[in-house]
């Protein structure tokens, strides 16, 4: 079974462009989540979906990032415009509420 | 303010010793406690985890051992192989909320 899929894998920009990272959950799980690692932060969670609803956004840093889950099987997390602080790897997860979460690969995203 | 610490950053052991990773929270409603493992460019991995209402939990070399007491818990890997080299993380979560808490992590270095 294909796991938690996230694409790019790696991203370089400019500071001021739009960036899109995308996720495709685990077939048949309810619940994806949104993290960013940073070495100062460690591992935080930015958004989490429910049935494709957001359930808890408090951990989006500005207005900036913006999260989309259209259907079961797909998630975009957006920055628009990207800063170079924004630069860290970031997580899309998917499992159960209150179970335990998958992760996928990550995307390396650097920001000039 | 962190909800969870892992306040080692790094453990080294020999191969065929025990390894203890140690972790401590600071709220007292959470009830659900998990272990993730992470390689380098790949996302954590699900590892072992414990509710609230049990003490122990095992599964092969890897046991968890909560005391809500001491709000501390802590995973023992025994015999520790190379393989385990790995960064530990810690997470936590509350019965009415669906995301995880995570720790810094710990990375352990397994010495041959």
Redesign the interface.
């Known amino acids: 079974d294909a796991g938690?899929i996230q694409s790019p894998r790696h991203e370089v920009t400019e500071m001021g462009q739009e960036v899109t990272l995308r996720c495709k959950p685990i077939s048949g799980h309810n619940?994806l989540?949104w993290y960013r690692q940073t070495m100062m932060r460690?591992?935080?969670?930015l958004i989490?979906f429910?049935n494709n609803v957001p359930?808890?956004d408090s951990g989006m840093p500005e207005d900036r990032f913006s999260a989309k889950m259209p259907n079961a099987s797909f998630s975009t997390l957006k920055i628009q415009p990207s800063e170079p602080r924004d630069s860290a790897v970031y997580?899309c997860?998917s499992g159960f509420?209150?179970n335990?979460?998958?992760?996928?690969?990550?995307t390396r995203l650097t920001v000039l | 303010d962190q909800q969870v610490k892992q306040n080692s950053p790094s453990l080294s052991v020999q191969e065929g010793r025990i390894s203890i990773l140690n972790c401590d929270y600071t709220n007292s409603m959470f009830d659900?406690f998990?272990w993730?493992k992470k390689y380098p460019?790949?996302?954590?991995?699900?590892l072992i985890?414990i509710s609230s209402i049990k003490d122990k939990n095992e599964d092969g070399r890897f046991t968890v051992f909560l005391n809500k007491s001491a709000k501390h818990l802590s995973l023992h890997i025994v015999p520790s192989q190379p393989g385990d080299s790995a960064v530990y993380?810690c997470a936590a979560?509350e019965?009415s909320?669906?995301?995880?808490?995570?720790?810094?992590?710990t990375k352990l270095s397994v010495k041959p």
């Open positions: 938690v619940s989540f460690g591992l935080e969670l989490y429910n359930i808890d997580f997860a509420i209150y335990e979460q998958f992760f996928g690969p990550g | 659900y998990l993730y460019a790949e996302g954590p991995t699900f985890s993380f979560s019965g909320q669906g995301n995880l808490i995570f720790g810094k992590g």
